[in-house]
């Protein structure tokens, strides 16, 4: 709900302050109403039909807007193009955007489902459904959309669409020839889309690139990032027994493979979070120019601290901004036997961590991953 009211504002600065705040509510509205449409189309990157049928909606809603849209095919599923192009001369903007979203655990949402969005108000340290009704008077900035992919990344496709509108209505004529590139796998990897990209080149030539995808900065002031942490990952499954057995009758004798994965994670960092695997921070050198730079982000860490509800952060760097000039180490999942009511007294056969490694311009994610299956080897495990 933050990315669409930044959006608009920015879009009011360009529009020269011309516009009434009535005007941009009623297009908030307007937007609103068009991506709750297009949430209620599932959008599991794992399956297929989800795509398609995204697609149809999307090849619909960029036709009404004058847009010319292509389907370009991959070893995968496919990616979604349109082009808006009135003057050849002019310059290109190319948009990134992708439109297919995490598979959803129904059982983690506190709504019945995660593809119907739901408006809610803060109350206390929670969010409280409120009805749609309420829309229909003035618009609550602080209101916000609870559904998936709401905000990552469908949010961002019908900010752009109602921005066009927005132009349009108020006979703005846009000064660049507009390219989008909708990806259908980013919560995958995007694995097909370099070679994509690379076959048709000539397509997706453009003077610029803009990637519409990303948090809003908690200032709420609008924000441009010059550049994305690249990512790699890892999946690291310790065993036990052949099969689960009854901790009655072997707990203190079977090997349990969730300690033995918890004591391997917990070598990998110190107390206060930094990488100790040696080497995985070689190659970062933070200038005092560069340094400058980041200081001058107006980060609140009291606001930070509040929003993710902590108390002390990790001390990979010594700030904020610094911390994000470093390659992560992330554990983004863990399993092992089961858990809640499902909960048995047994030695798991098995634990699992997923990671992902956030990568910086200086590090090579195949380097990274050496150096973790190293330490691997070097606690004494045998790697497959």
Known sequence: MKKYFTLFFILSLSLGFAQKRAQIDDQIKI??????????IPNDALILDNIDKNIEWLSENFKNRGFQTKIIKTEGAPLFFAELSKNKSAPSLLFYMHFDGQSVDPSKWNQKNPYIIELKEKSGLGWKKIEWSQLKEEVDHEWRLFGRSTSDDKGPIVMFLNAINLLNKNNKEIQ???KVILDSEEEKSSKPLPKAVEENRELLMADFLIINDGPV????KPTLVFGCRGITTLSITTFGPIKPQHSGHYGNYAPNPGFRLAHLLSSMKDENGKVIIEGYYNGIDI????????R????????IHNNLAIKNPELVGNYYQEALQYPSLNIRGLSSGWTGEKARTIVPDRAVAEIDIRLVMESDGNRLKKLVKDHIAKQGYFIT
């Open 217 to 220: 900065h908690h200032s709420n």
């Open 176 to 178: 660049f020839n507009i």
């Open 287 to 294: 200038d005092e120019a560069t340094n400058k730079i980041l």
């Open 31 to 40: 937007g609103i109403e068009e991506l709750r449409e297009f949430v209620l």
């Open 296 to 303: 001058s982000v107006p980060d609140d860490i009291t606001t």
